[in-house]
Nanobody, 112 residues
């Protein structure tokens, strides 16, 4: 069974930074893509950033230039460095592995 353990969420003022981490463990046969999604209050879950095993990276337009996704392949860990945070970045952030595996989510709250 695959488990995704997220950490790094919290409360930060607008303009601040946070770094999210997600460590995958268990019966991982291969990692094709790891991603971060978020679900703002009262809204649908949306893709924030994704990175493939080949190194291809994509970002939502709303976070380009502010967020950076990266991986530590030796530790099966994906990171999301979030800079210049805005109140509209407030959401529960979820780690995703190979489309079908989800973490439990970590709350990010940005105060104005």
């Amino acid at each position: 069974q695959v488990q995704l353990l997220e950490s790094g969420g919290g409360l930060v003022q607008a303009g601040g930074s946070l770094r999210l981490s997600c460590a995958a463990s268990g019966s991982i046969f291969s990692i094709n893509v790891m991603a971060w999604y978020r679900q703002p209050p009262g809204k649908q879950r949306e893709l924030v950033a994704a990175i493939t095993s080949g190194g291809s990276i994509s970002y939502a337009d709303s976070v380009k230039g502010r967020f950076t996704i990266s991986t530590d392949n030796a530790r099966n860990t994906v990171y999301l460095q979030m800079n210049s945070l805005k109140p509209e970045d407030t959401a529960i952030y979820y780690c995703n592995l190979n489309i079908i595996r989800w973490g439990q989510g970590t709350q990010v709250t940005v105060s104005s």
